[in-house]
């Protein structure tokens, strides 16, 4: 029983952050860095645990979605299937110390030469399609592992060849990661991969501090109790992601708006076109959950740091903290 999303204290930055992935998991996954015990995987796993469920495929492993079927996995194309399940969204951790068989998947090669079968046994990125793949620690990450990873992320498919066999099926989730900046960086690559990005710290206030503690140890008492307790407010987070995804694709960007994305992105000499693209979608996520029809330069506003921050070119002179440098940005270019 995770411990409610609802009931987190604080950390506001990083469930806007969850919320506007769980409504366009397109915008490319979420990055969460800071100090160990501040609430990193608790928010993770309880918003996993509040979403709605899925509609897929009767027996199908991989949870292919019933629409479209050109979306679908080998085995629901060949088997046609007509029937539908629910399914709870998935939320898989992939550990630091996992072999590539176990994130891929395996191909047992007796029993296709012996039985001429194509037998496989899904990994991690199988179970994570349509859901979420966490990584604790993210940046200390095996090199195979990432660039195994950037592949998948790219093309929303899993290939697993071995001595002339191959097996191919949908893996497209949402990438969550979390980790302690004092243990190394992400390669760039990697970190572009996330298109989101929020910093956390353990909380300074008195009573935040009180407050996470009191509901805390009541969790650790009674975990369906205060599950319970909480249903309501969860219930009411989930109505918020439903509306949101319900009304994203009618949302509409005014043209200043997007005027306003690139100016800001010019201005901070982000690299390629990736920031202005996710600072849009993140915006247009944003307002569905605030129920609007369209995006404004608040929006922008309100999501620039978490879009923004792992984007920019490290300059000397600068200063080193993202969050001076974007909000000095936005005054200069969004007044």
């Not at 090199?143 to 001595?163: F, K």
């Not at 097996?167 to 969550?176: C, D, I």
């Not at 509901?215 to 369906?224: K, M, V």
């Not at 506003?301 to 978490?306: D, E, N, P, T, Y």
Request: hydrophobic share 45%; charged share 30%.
């Amino acid at each position: 029983m995770p411990f409610p999303f609802s009931a987190i204290v604080g950390q506001d930055r990083l469930k806007h952050a969850l919320l506007c992935a769980a409504v366009d998991p397109s915008l490319g996954g979420v990055l969460v860095m800071g100090d160990r015990g501040a609430g990193k995987s608790t928010a993770i796993r309880g918003l996993a645990a509040l979403l709605p469920e899925l509609e897929a495929n009767a027996d199908c492993r991989f949870g292919c979605a019933p629409a479209p079927v050109s979306a679908w996995c080998e085995e629901c194309r060949e088997r046609k299937p007509t029937e539908t399940v629910s399914r709870q969204v998935p939320m898989v951790d992939l550990p630091l110390g996992a072999g590539e068989e176990r994130v891929t998947g395996a191909l047992d090669l007796e029993r296709a030469l012996g039985h001429g079968e194509k037998a496989f046994e899904p990994g991690l990125l199988a179970r994570a399609h349509r859901g979420f793949l966490y990584i604790d620690e993210v940046n200390l990450l095996e090199d195979h592992l990432v660039d195994l990873l950037l592949d998948v992320a790219a093309s929303g498919e899993n290939v697993v060849e071995r001595d002339g066999l191959s097996v191919r099926h949908p893996a497209r989730f949402v990438l969550v990661g979390s980790g302690n900046p004092e243990e190394g960086e992400l390669r760039p690559q990697f970190l572009d991969r996330f298109g989101i990005s929020v910093a956390i710290s353990t909380p300074t206030d008195l009573a935040d501090r009180i407050e996470i503690v009191k509901r805390r140890d009541a969790y650790d008492r009674d975990p369906d109790g205060f599950a319970k307790a909480w249903r309501r407010k969860d219930l009411a987070v989930r109505r918020r992601i439903v509306n949101g995804r319900e009304a994203l694709a009618d949302i509409t960007i005014p043209d200043e708006v997007l005027e306003a994305a690139a100016r800001l992105c010019l201005a901070l000499g982000t690299d390629g076109l990736r920031g202005e693209l996710v600072l849009m979608r993140t915006a247009r996520a944003s307002a569905a959950l605030a129920g609007k029809g369209e995006v404004t330069v608040s929006d922008l506003k309100g999501i620039a740091l978490m879009a923004l921050s792992h984007r920019m070119r490290r300059d000397p002179l600068e200063s080193g903290d993202p969050q001076a440098r974007i909000e000095r940005a936005m005054a200069e270019t969004l007044a």
